[in-house]
């Protein structure tokens, strides 16, 4: 697996330019991350080193830094033999199962318990930088929980690469393969439900008696306010708000979308579905990649920590099904630039999530999730390129009310 520190933060590209390759490159805002390692919080959220005994150099001598607070007279929460003696009986089974942990040959009964705690933290924190097959952590603390000390690490996977499924080949298969279009709904249905996959609610004004509407719709309304460069430019904007309005299609998607559905009955009719022609072929590898990221039952909220609380992106932005993907599409273009516009000043980060070291089977089925999400939505856009590459010449049309339930079956009972 490809190595993902999160230390990029503040040298995001931008995770939308890589699907939109005609922004304008902002000047990234630095803002430092917090020390890793750190066992104290730090006082101030932009503090660019945290406030860690153990990340002090030691002197010639090797006095360890914990002695040396000590014989400063400073506070320090570790401070004390029988506090550094519990935390070498609780910390000492954990960190020397690190692949590549020697013991300290010139430890005896001399040694002081600073010194020899120093010296196993200090060993921990260079051995969690070694390369690994999987997981890497970034960030580290030791916590007390049950009377017993632990270390809770932030663990992180995948890159940062923006991956959005688009949706508007959707409106010109309805009426050829109808099947397969309700299979579809359903399966994007299933994980809004289940895994909370991101739609694209925002986009559209959903009600014509209240005026209610997404954010990314009412960013582009507030447009008009700042004046249009010239009439058709005026004209296009009038037929993107339109367009995105209640009777316009992405609209009526948006509602189609936002409904119901069974993990169970999915999971039932794909066993059963045995694709008929090229459409449902290409899209057949789509539909085990939903049914295998639903039955995680994990959600994607779970594992996008913001490492450093800074509002940073996180896969819960960036991996999302959108109505289009076109540059010259007023409202993707307005989405695409909010979604830079918070990499290039707060970074953006892979999947995060913390736990305690050495619940490795918690861990496992964290990285096991990660990958069926990254799959989903890989396998998505592949399917949604390519059908729209053979429909790229139909006219969209309004979806037509879903297939109706039958002698008490839901529709997709009805679907094989």
Not at 61 to 90: R, W, Y
Not at 123 to 129: A, G, H, I, S, T
Not at 250 to 263: D, M, V, W
Request: positive net charge; hydrophobic residues 35%; contains cysteine.
């Amino acid at each position: 697996m490809q190595k993902t520190a999160i230390k990029t933060k503040g040298k995001a590209k931008g995770v939308s330019r890589r699907i939109r390759k005609h922004t304008v490159k902002r000047r990234a805002v630095k803002q430092p991350a917090a020390g890793r390692g750190k066992l104290f919080p730090a006082t101030d959220a932009t503090a660019s080193k945290s406030v860690v005994p153990f990340a002090l150099k030691p002197f010639v001598n090797e006095i360890p830094a914990l002695k040396v607070i000590e014989l400063q007279g400073n506070e320090n929460k570790f401070a004390g033999e029988e506090i550094q003696v519990q935390l070498i009986q609780d910390l000492y089974p954990i960190i020397s199962k690190h692949v590549g942990y020697k013991e300290n040959k010139r430890w005896s009964s001399n040694t002081s318990t600073s010194e020899v705690l120093h010296d196993l933290l200090k060993k921990f924190d260079k051995l969690r930088f070694s390369d690994k097959p999987e997981g890497n952590e970034d960030y580290w603390k030791i916590k007390k929980e049950e009377g017993k000390y632990c270390i809770e690490i932030m663990n992180t996977y995948g890159d940062s690469d923006a991956i959005f499924i688009p949706l508007d080949f959707l409106s010109k298969i309805n009426l050829s393969h109808r099947r397969l279009h309700e299979f579809l709904i359903y399966a994007f249905r299933l994980v809004n439900n289940i895994n909370k996959v991101q739609l694209f609610d925002d986009w559209c004004k959903k009600e014509k008696q209240t005026g209610n509407h997404g954010m990314i719709y009412e960013y582009l309304l507030e447009r008009k306010d700042y004046g249009y460069e010239d009439d058709a430019h005026e004209l296009k904007h009038k037929e993107t708000l339109r367009y995105y309005g209640p009777a316009g299609i992405p609209s009526a998607y948006c509602k189609l979308l936002n409904g119901g559905a069974s993990l169970n009955e999915f999971d039932k009719q794909l066993s059963k579905f045995t694709p008929s022609n090229d459409f449902e072929k290409i899209a057949f590898p789509f539909l085990q990649a939903t049914l295998a990221l639903a039955k995680t039952k994990k959600t994607l909220i779970e594992y996008c920590e913001q490492p450093w609380n800074n509002g940073e992106a996180t896969p819960m932005e960036y991996y999302a099904c959108v109505w289009t993907i076109d540059s010259t599409d007023m409202m993707c273009d307005i989405f695409c630039e909010i979604l830079d516009e918070q990499a290039n000043n707060a970074g953006a980060s892979p999947f995060c999530w913390t736990e305690i070291l050495g619940n490795n089977s918690e861990n496992e089925e964290a990285i096991d999730f990660c990958k069926k999400a990254k799959h989903f939505f890989e396998t998505g856009r592949k399917m949604a390129h390519e059908i729209l590459k053979k429909v790229k010449n139909n006219t969209a049309e309004y979806p037509l009310p879903l297939t109706k339930k039958k002698n008490g079956k839901r529709f997709i009972d009805i679907l094989v």
